[in-house]
Nanobody, 120 residues
Framework: QVQVVESGGGLVQPGGSLRLSCAAS????????MGWYRQAPGKQRELVAA???????NYTDSVKGRFTISRDNAKNTVYLQMNSLKPEDTAVYYC??????????????WGQGTQVTVSS
């Protein structure tokens, strides 16, 4: 019905950068919210950043000043630019979307996740 695909993860050294991408496609009327969550082993899944269609952005405190979320509404795509990466940023990063389909029903959709590893 709806496909959510992430890309851009990988292995980087501390202080390095990565850019994650998430594209949604399928039975979409519009998208209310797109955002990024992450989950490290033994930890709860946490919100990293999210952007609402109208432009309201939220970041978790630990990434403020280092990560930037942006959204291309025309392409149903959200990006996460991650700079000054730290080992504690290591996690699986998941894209979450809140979508209204063409039948005007609202659903949450999750991507499969992309691994980010920050290590020397």
């Amino acid at each position: 019905q709806v496909q959510v695909v992430e890309s851009g993860g990988g292995l980087v050294q501390p202080g390095g950068s990565l850019r994650l991408s998430c594209a949604a496609s399928g039975n979409i009327f519009n998208i209310y919210t797109m955002g990024w969550y992450r989950q490290a082993p033994g930890k709860q899944r946490e919100l990293v950043a999210a952007v609402i269609r109208g432009g309201i952005i939220n970041y978790t405190d630990s990434v403020k000043g280092r990560f930037t979320i942006s959204r291309d509404n025309a392409k149903n795509t959200v990006y996460l630019q991650m700079n000054s990466l730290k080992p504690e940023d290591t996690a699986v990063y998941y894209c979450k979307t809140v979508i209204r389909d063409r039948n005007y029903r609202i659903y949450d959709y999750w991507g499969q996740g992309t691994q980010v590893t920050v290590s020397s």
